[in-house]
């Protein structure tokens, strides 16, 4: 099977903004065919999408401009994360049919590249409110799952019971045995970061909710319970701390990436 290949957001952000040429960025693309099938992390799209709905009027197009570097080249959309455990890892169907990558694609991606503000945006049948909503269930979601580790004090809740958390609150699965087991493998990765932070909060004051980006970085290493998925980052320091991580090769920084293909 076809490896396959998604971003995060520093990457397609640092790529429209000029940071990352984008010579360099239509290299990758040109590349990726016979390689890695691109892919559009949910993750990716809701936290640049979020600003686009968040943003005013004097942003939106440099918002707008960003979703379009993210679908720069023929792609397909990954389900949100939870629903790609339901999907990709328990063989169940999807229960969030408006967040499905066919949606994505052919009424979100389709209204924003329409779209000329973001009056002429809400018009194009998509639901800006509801992509907040989504974003601040999904922040809450994460504190629930610091409050777990948390509650054992310094000790990290073993895989399984994060297996079993994530099946109950974010899967909406059987909380089986072996649920519970196939779960605990395929989120490895998650798990280690999650494990990163916790141990941080122990040292010292670590604000929650200042800490956005960590559910972000969770969220995204969550699609790589499929084993031909590799996620490309510019962040050195989440890379850092997935040392302990049975997948943390299918995790390579942009510049090494790009050097590579």
Sequence with gaps: MAQSVYFDSQVIISVSDGIIPHATWKRILEKLPGRFNYRVSFTTFLEIASALAGGDENHFEQNRKRLLVLTDA???FLPMPGQFIRTAVLGLSSERPEFAPEQLETVWMSAIKQARDKQHLSLGNVDLPMLRKELENGKKLWGQQLRLAKN??????????????????????????????????????????????????????????????DWIDNQQLMYLADPDLTFVTADRRLIAKLTKSLDRHRVREFTEFATAI
């Design 74 to 76: 023929a792609c397909g």
């Design 152 to 213: 054992d004090e310094r000790e990290m809740p073993p895989p399984k019971r994060y297996a079993a958390f994530i099946l109950a609150f974010d899967v909406h699965a059987p909380q089986t045995q072996e649920n519970i087991g196939r779960v605990s493998r395929a989120l490895d990765a998650a798990y280690c970061h999650l494990a990163q932070i916790h141990h941080q909060s122990t040292k010292g004051a670590y604000n929650f909710d200042n800490n956005l980006q």
